[in-house]
C-alpha cells in the first residue's frame, strides 16, 4: 500500500497569497494517478485535480497542480477567502486508493 | 445532473451491523465504479473499498477485508455498504463517491453518520 504525506499539517496565510502544498508518495504513483481534493466542514470533499495536474470541472485556474513520481505539488496561485479549507491528497494504484492525512489552509 | 443519495444517520450499538445505501442518477449506473470512504470525527479521509456496478466485482483495503461488504442493485441503482461487528471507533461519516476513471472522485453523496454507542 503506498502511503501519502502531506506538509505541512497547517498552512497560515492571508487571502491573495500563494499556497504551495506538497504530499509525497512511499512508492511512486503509477500513470500519474494523483488527486487532490477540497473539504469544508460539514461538507463533503470536492475534486479539484486529478491526473496530478487536470482540472476537474469548475474548478478555478488559480488551482494547479504538478508533480510525477513520488513529489506532488498542489498550487492556488492566489488564496481567495473561499479556499480556507482542508486540503487532501490520493492516489491510485493495483487496485488500492490511499488518502493522505491533509493539510488545512487558514486565515492568518 | 449527477447525483448521489444516501441513507439517513443512524446510531447503532457495539457488534451490530450497518448497512448504508447510495442512489445514484443522472448517469450510467453501471458504468463507473462507486466507492465508499469514511471520515471520522475531526479526522481525515479513509478508503474502504470499491465496487463495480456492472460486474457486482469488489476490492476493499486490507483493514476492512472480511468485514465491509460492498453490493449493489442495478434495478434501483442503488449501491450499499454494510460494516459488521461494529465498534465505538467505527463511528464516522460514511461517503459513497463516484470514480471518474480517471483516478479521483468526481462525485461524492451527501454522508451517512454511524454512530456507534452502547
Known amino acids: 500500500e503506498i502511503v501519502l504525506t502531506q506538509s505541512p499539517g497547517t498552512l497560515s496565510l492571508s487571502p491573495g497569497e500563494r499556497a504551495t502544498l506538497s504530499c509525497r508518495a512511499s512508492h511512486s504513483v503509477s500513470f500519474s494517478y494523483l488527486a487532490w481534493y477540497q473539504q469544508k466542514p460539514g461538507q463533503a470533499p470536492r475534486l479539484l485535480i486529478y491526473?496530478?495536474?487536470s482540472r476537474a470541472t469548475g474548478v478555478p485556474d488559480r488551482f494547479s497542480g504538478g508533480g510525477s513520481g513520488t513529489d506532488f505539488t498542489l498550487t492556488i496561485s492566489r488564496l481567495e477567502p473561499e479556499d480556507f479549507a482542508v486540503y487532501y491528497c490520493?492516489?491510485?494504484?493495483?487496485?488500492?486508493?490511499?488518502f493522505g492525512q491533509g493539510t488545512k489552509v487558514e486565515i492568518k | 445532473q449527477v447525483h448521489l443519495v444516501q441513507s439517513g444517520a443512524e446510531v447503532k450499538r457495539p457488534g451490530a451491523s450497518v448497512k448504508v445505501s447510495c442512489k445514484a442518477s443522472?448517469?450510467?449506473?453501471?458504468?463507473?465504479?462507486m466507492h465508499w470512504v469514511r471520515q471520522a470525527p475531526g479526522q481525515g479521509l479513509e478508503w474502504m473499498g470499491r465496487i463495480d456496478p456492472g460486474s457486482g466485482d469488489t476490492d476493499s483495503a486490507q483493514k476492512f477485508q472480511g468485514w465491509v461488504t460492498m453490493t449493489r442493485d442495478t434495478s434501483s441503482r442503488t449501491a450499499y455498504m454494510e460494516l459488521s461487528r461494529l465498534r465505538s471507533d467505527d463511528t464516522a461519516v460514511y461517503f459513497c463517491?463516484?470514480?471518474?476513471?480517471?483516478?479521483?472522485?468526481?462525485?461524492w453523496g451527501q454522508g451517512t453518520l454511524i454512530t456507534v454507542s452502547s
Open positions: 490520493q492516489q491510485y494504484g493495483s487496485s488500492s486508493w490511499t
Open positions: 491526473g496530478a495536474s
Open positions: 463517491a463516484r470514480d471518474g476513471r480517471h483516478g479521483g472522485f468526481d462525485y
Open positions: 443522472g448517469y450510467t449506473f453501471s458504468g463507473y465504479f
